[in-house]
């Protein structure tokens, strides 16, 4: 991963990129991909990872499949501003049980310890946002994780030979969208003209929920003209930001500018910020918004086994299939 400094922290955003494949891709019946979980009973593993270089803890979650000799493909999820490696659980069981490792990091200074028993959480959340050092520690953290799975698969026997390292995905929302974006190569431009990059090349695949855009247009599409890596985008009609000005329709800005190949968008109708918390999300949920659960663990494991796995069937699902299963409820673009 190279080395920058990033002062760009504008704005966070989401966007569930699109499904149309190429010629000659195996047909998949319409319907719908793995909505119920796998065939793996799943095992969650907490720890903390101490970085003594950078004299930082990292709190860890780890969804691995149960009793299983793998190597699985490996997720490393990135969480928004405020939350923590608890927060996605419905998205690393879900994937964990289809056959992957997913690693719920936890950023000290951008996590839950920011707000909970603050007498003002939200401008305790506006104040994290506001601090470099909290935007270049995340996709630090997500390299330290990284390279801590490497040393355990090798000693340590509840990992050693299950992890496939080689096949590396990152996912994250809104703050963790700004993680992944980073990771896959986005250039920030400081406000001297400098270019720096915070990349890292591990990182094979990428899911971006509420993606992020630099505030300036001049500066995006130079932004994105780096990133090489399949990504999907995913966002709601309604995924306007509760912390900055970021509005719903500004979400698509990262999937638009990007001029690689393999880049999927998805649109949920009706989706707001919070869509992708998943259950236990602030505001409740409800039948319609189980709907939209189930389209984000079905579009992203696809995703997942299309270019981490090598899947033709996923890959056909995602040019034939998803649309026909987003049906009214969202839209799906893709280059």
């Known amino acids: 991963m190279r080395k920058g400094v990033a002062l760009l922290l504008a704005a966070l955003a989401t966007l569930l990129l699109p499904c149309f494949g190429s010629a000659g891709e195996t047909a998949a019946p319409p319907g719908e991909y793995k909505r119920a979980p796998g065939p793996h009973a799943v095992e969650a593993l907490h720890f903390t990872w101490n970085d003594a270089r950078r004299r930082r803890q990292a709190p860890v979650k780890v969804y691995l499949p149960r009793e299983a000799a793998g190597p699985f493909p490996v997720v490393v999820v990135s969480h928004g501003l405020g939350g923590s490696r ?20 936890q950023h000290p200074g951008s996590d839950e310890a920011v707000w ?8 305790a959340l506006r ?76 990182i094979r695949a990428g899911v971006v929920m509420s993606p992020t855009a630099p505030g300036k247009p001049e500066h995006r599409l130079r932004a994105f003209s780096r990133i090489r890596i399949p990504l999907l985008y995913l966002t709601g009609t309604r995924d306007h930001s509760p912390i900055t000005d970021t509005r719903g329709e500004e979400r698509r800005l990262p999937f ?12 949920l109708k009706d989706g707001d910020h919070f869509t992708f918390v998943g259950p236990g999300r602030p505001g ?52």
Not at 116 to 123: A, K, L, T, V
Not at 159 to 171: D, I, K, P, T, W
Not at 179 to 200: C, K, N, S, Y
Request: charged fraction near 20%; hydrophobic fraction near 40%; charge should be neutral.
């Open 86 to 105: 608890e927060t996605y659980a419905y998205l690393g069981s879900h994937w964990a049980s289809h056959g992957y490792a997913a690693v719920h990091l």
């Open 116 to 123: 909970r028993g603050s007498p003002q959480p939200m401008q």
């Open 127 to 202: 104040q994290a946002l506001a601090k470099p050092e909290n935007a270049l520690n995340r996709p630090r953290d997500v390299g330290f994780a990284l390279d801590r799975l490497a040393a355990l698969n090798h000693s340590e026997p509840r990992f050693q030979g299950r992890l496939n390292l080689n096949a590396v995905g990152a996912a994250g929302h809104s703050f963790g969208a700004f993680t992944v974006q980073a990771l896959a190569g986005q250039i920030f431009t400081l406000p001297l003209g400098r270019e720096v990059t915070l990349a890292d090349r591990r």
């Open 256 to 267: 638009d500018h990007t001029t690689a190949p393999d880049q999927y968008l998805v649109i």
């Open 284 to 335: 409740g949920g409800g039948e319609r918004e189980s709907r939209r659960w189930d389209l984000v663990r079905m579009t992203t494991t696809a995703f997942w086994d299309a270019y981490l796995k090598g899947d033709p069937q996923a890959l056909a699902w995602l040019s034939q299939g998803c649309a026909q299963t987003l049906g009214t409820d969202g839209t799906l673009e893709k280059k």
